[in-house]
Nanobody, 123 residues
Framework: VQLQACGGGLVQAGGYLRLSCAAS????????MGWFRQAPGKERQFVAA????????DYIDSAKGRFIIVRISAKNTVYLQMNSLKPEDTAVYYC?????????????????WGQGTLVTVSS
């Protein structure tokens, strides 16, 4: 499966962005789908994931209550709605797909990765 991420940009603190991850060559309903991010000089970090079945969803603690991961099967696309953005959310965001029997929280279990999309939150 090929993944194409987009939707990043520059936003002020408190603002919002919606990232999209469009899949081709496979259906997202057959994969656990995740979003990760990597800030300069830091390791790639789990942000959110949704199970192949559509539930449950998982979030990093700092994203709970602010970010929502949504899957639209008809569009074969996964979205990450990011609200109340903070400067510490600044990073390159990646979407990824993992086999359904794999865990969702570690980047090591994801087999397919999209290119990153840069999110910059200004203070």
């Amino acid at each position: 499966v090929q993944l194409q991420a987009c939707g990043g940009g520059l936003v002020q603190a408190g603002g919002y962005l919606r990232l999209s991850c469009a899949a081709s060559g496979g259906t997202i309903n057959r994969y656990n789908m995740g979003w990760f991010r990597q800030a300069p000089g830091k390791e790639r970090q789990f942000v959110a994931a949704i199970s192949w079945s559509g539930a449950p969803t998982d979030y990093i603690d700092s994203a709970k209550g602010r970010f929502i991961i949504v899957r639209i099967s008809a569009k074969n696309t996964v979205y990450l709605q990011m609200n109340s953005l903070k400067p510490e959310d600044t990073a390159v965001y990646y979407c990824a797909a993992a086999n359904p029997q794999s865990g969702k929280l570690s980047s090591h279990t994801y087999n397919y990765w999209g290119q990153g999309t840069l999110v910059t939150v200004s203070s």
